[in-house]
């Protein structure tokens, strides 16, 4: 079940839809997107490979998310591991400090179909990649009704994987 974030201080951008064409553009959604949560952040991808998920601004878009709230949650799921392990070596680092609020799925064998990438942020705002070996995307901000079954869609997905990438220092989950 997806539920609502409670109500928080931060101004909530205007509802806005918007179609994205190119990688840069995602990288940039994505980055904003982290700058607007507050409770729980949601990923699923390929293998996080094409969006900007091993630079340090975005390692630093994650630890100011994951410091916002002791209650905040960042769980990311993807069918393939190995980019994440050789390539991400911050988003590592943070997963060791911050593994009581991340965690690093693998998808089971019921989700390795799915071909679009999703990020959910506070169950307002989200960014779909209609296809991983495509650009294009839909980036949404202040659109709970509209984000509900991309929400719906990554729990879909969640409930087939399993621990991949574990916060201890022997990558043990």
Same mark, same amino acid.
């Given at each position: 079940?997806?539920?609502?974030?409670?109500?928080?201080?931060?101004?909530?951008?205007?509802?806005?839809?918007?179609?994205?064409?190119?990688?840069?553009?995602?990288?940039?959604?994505?980055?904003?997107?982290?700058?607007?949560?507050?409770?729980?952040?949601?990923?699923?991808?390929?293998?996080?490979?094409?969006?900007?998920?091993?630079?340090?601004?975005?390692?630093?878009?994650?630890?100011?998310?994951?410091?916002?709230?002791?209650?905040?949650?960042?769980?990311?799921?993807? +069918?393939?591991?190995?980019?994440?392990?050789?390539?991400?070596?911050?988003?590592?680092?943070?997963?060791?400090?911050?593994?009581?609020?991340?965690?690093?799925?693998?998808?089971?064998?019921?989700?390795?179909?799915?071909?679009?990438?999703?990020?959910?942020?506070?169950?307002? +705002?989200?960014? +779909?990649?209609?296809?991983?070996?495509?650009?294009?995307?839909?980036?949404?901000?202040?659109?709970?009704?509209?984000?509900?079954?991309?929400?719906?869609?990554?729990?879909?997905?969640?409930?087939?994987?399993?621990?991949?990438?574990?916060?201890?220092?022997?990558?043990?989950?």
């Amino acid at each position: 079940m997806v539920t609502s974030p409670p109500p928080t201080d931060a101004p909530t951008p205007p509802a806005e839809e918007r179609r994205l064409a190119t990688l840069a553009e995602q990288r940039e959604a994505i980055d904003a997107l982290l700058a607007l949560g507050t409770q729980r952040v949601l990923v699923f991808d390929r293998d996080l490979a094409d969006t900007g998920w091993d630079g340090a601004q975005r390692a630093e878009g994650v630890k100011a998310f994951l410091r916002r709230s002791r209650n905040a949650e960042l769980r990311i799921i993807v +069918h393939d591991t190995r980019f994440l392990a050789a390539s991400c070596p911050r988003l590592l680092a943070l997963l060791r400090v911050y593994g009581h609020a991340m965690a690093v799925w693998r998808t089971g064998a019921e989700a390795r179909a799915a071909n679009d990438a999703l990020l959910v942020v506070d169950a307002r +705002h989200a960014l +779909h990649r209609y296809h991983v070996d495509q650009p294009r995307a839909t980036l949404l901000t202040s659109m709970p009704q509209a984000v509900r079954p991309l929400a719906e869609r990554f729990e879909e997905i969640w409930a087939t994987g399993e621990p991949a990438i574990g916060g201890s220092t022997l990558g043990l989950g």
